[in-house]
């Protein structure tokens, strides 16, 4: 049975990752690393289906757009939100759009890039979008292909690269004003006039509708955009917003009734819940994560990011955080938060994200980093942290000073991944020159090696307990791999930097 509307996303985007987010940034690495069985095995089983193949667990911008759609009047036998996997089952001759959500499509994003730029090869989540684009039912019945997702600026400023693909549309930014939109006029037959990016419209809160079905791990949206304005950032350029804590409880229960027994409050910055501008609303962080734990059927609830700045500004809602959601105890050991480091160069910060300090001075933030995590590590939470070397202006003195910073957290529960500094259109960086494998000094091997060092120390006991879970042959199969294979890796890590003259 075919649809009218088919929403999907490339095949690493369609899983629950066991249940464990973080794992879903194993999509970043090339695609010749591992083979597909080996890796799906292991990171990134199917996301479950019906029997028709729609997914019953989706990525939430497709819930998103699937709820706008609804809302504005679409018949949902006419919808359906589809494994790409089955598209088989739901593309035919009635089928006049299939609308794609994608995180990396060209796989030049930060990480993505990193990634392929040391190790060489494809990223993983363009190669698997090339060939979802290329699926047989799309290739005979040649539906209308839309394309958004937090990717979607990489087709925006490659037209070539949107054409050679048969991507239509590259809608940027909010989709849930603009898709119904778009879709209506192309329902209508005058889809030829839409543009071949177009900028999504802003959408006023009562606008936003809640998702229908159960997300991914059960994330559900708390706020949008970052007041913090970080120069490198996307997320700082869309306008700050704070959802109802009536909607999100509604979300909640909408993801219990998918069958997930916790939820993951996103935002660019948790602690910044119904905020006045960067200053923390203790009382409503404090209810959001109260209320949302309280709600019948869950049993955890999780966070995706927080600013150092706000935590350290605040430590009673951390303390807060960690009682109400019961970490530090056998039911709970840890909680875990998205951070960024990005430098330990104050004269970086000054420059690129002075607003990301706030209501610090630039020069205090290697104090509010090594002060941050060790309130995050007192509180049984777990800082998973991004560095970005070569930053537009840096010098020498500031990649020391930021291994300085990473050798003295040491002590504190945490993963730190070095990122190569890749412009993003809409930033205003996005001119910038990016750091390239062949642009790596001896001081930034020394850097790469002091994360790695500092991750290989503490991957054995955060996976003994993010991973106890989780089925018997993933924990038990990554707990030999870090019992065993760390030193060698470690070894081959020092190795390449002394290669390239760092004192390691």
Same mark, same amino acid.
């Given at each position: @049975?075919?649809? !009218? ?10 899983? *629950?990752?066991?249940?464990?987010? =973080? $794992? &879903? ?99 993983? @989540?363009?190669? !698997? ?10 290739? *005979?019945?040649?539906?209308?292909? =839309? $394309? &958004? ?121 948790? $602690? ?233």
């Amino acid at each position: @049975m075919g649809y !009218k509307i088919v929403l999907t996303c490339d095949r690493t985007m369609a899983s *629950a990752y066991h249940g464990l987010m =973080f $794992l &879903g940034f194993s999509a970043c690495i090339p695609q010749h690393i591992l083979p597909d069985w080996l890796y799906y095995a292991i990171f990134s089983p199917s996301a479950p289906t019906d029997k028709t193949g729609r997914m019953l667990h989706a990525n939430y911008g497709m819930r998103k757009i699937e709820a706008a759609l609804l809302a504005d009047g679409f018949r949902r036998e006419d919808i359906i939100v589809a494994h790409p996997d089955q598209l088989d089952k739901v593309v035919d001759g009635k089928t006049k759009i299939i609308s794609i959500s994608s995180n990396d499509p060209l796989g030049i994003g930060p990480a993505t890039s990193t990634f392929t730029e040391l190790l060489g090869g494809e990223g993983r @989540m363009a190669f !698997k979008l090339r060939e979802l684009l290329n699926h047989p039912a799309i290739r *005979a019945h040649q539906p209308t292909i =839309f $394309l &958004g997702g937090p990717g979607a600026w990489q087709l925006a400023v490659n037209p070539g690269k949107q054409q050679e693909l048969g991507v239509h549309c590259v809608v940027v930014g909010e989709g849930e004003v603009t898709a119904p939109r778009l879709f209506r006029q192309t329902l209508n037959g005058d889809g030829s006039r839409i543009d071949t990016v177009v900028e999504g419209e802003f959408a006023e809160d009562d606008r936003i509708p809640d998702i229908v079905g159960g997300s991914i791990v059960g994330i559900i949206e708390a706020t949008r955009g970052c007041a913090r304005h970080c120069a490198f950032c996307v997320p700082s350029v869309r306008k700050v917003r704070s959802r109802p804590l009536e909607n999100i409880l509604h979300e909640t229960r909408v993801n219990v009734e998918a069958g997930h027994g916790g939820v993951i409050l996103h935002g660019e910055d948790i $602690l910044l819940y119904q905020s006045d501008g960067l200053k923390v609303n203790a009382d409503a962080v404090i209810e959001l994560f109260d209320k949302v734990y309280s709600h019948p059927e869950i049993a955890w609830v999780g966070a995706s990011h927080a600013s150092l700045s706000s935590a350290l500004s605040s430590p009673h809602t951390v303390e807060r955080i960690s009682r109400i959601l019961e970490l530090g105890t056998a039911k709970h050991p840890c909680g875990y938060f998205q951070i960024g480091i990005e430098t330990g160069s104050p004269k970086l910060i000054a420059r690129h994200m002075r607003g990301k300090v706030y209501p610090y001075k630039p020069e205090k933030w290697p104090r509010v980093v090594r002060e941050g995590f060790r309130l995050f590590h007192e509180n049984h939470i777990i800082g998973c942290s991004t560095l970005i070397l070569g930053l537009p202006g840096e010098e020498e003195e500031d990649v020391v000073k930021t291994t300085e910073l990473i050798r003295s957290l040491r002590p504190y529960q945490s993963v730190i991944v070095p990122l190569l500094f890749t412009p993003m259109q809409t930033t205003r960086l996005e001119y910038s020159k990016p750091l390239l494998k062949k642009d790596l000094t001896a001081r930034h091997y020394e850097l790469i090696s002091a994360c790695w060092d500092h991750n290989l120390d503490w991957f054995p006991e955060l996976w003994s307990v993010y991973g106890r879970y989780s089925n018997f042959f993933l924990k038990n199969a990554i707990a030999l791999f870090l019992k065993y294979g760390t030193i060698p890796i470690r070894h081959m890590i020092h190795r390449n930097a002394r290669k390239h003259g760092a004192q390691i």
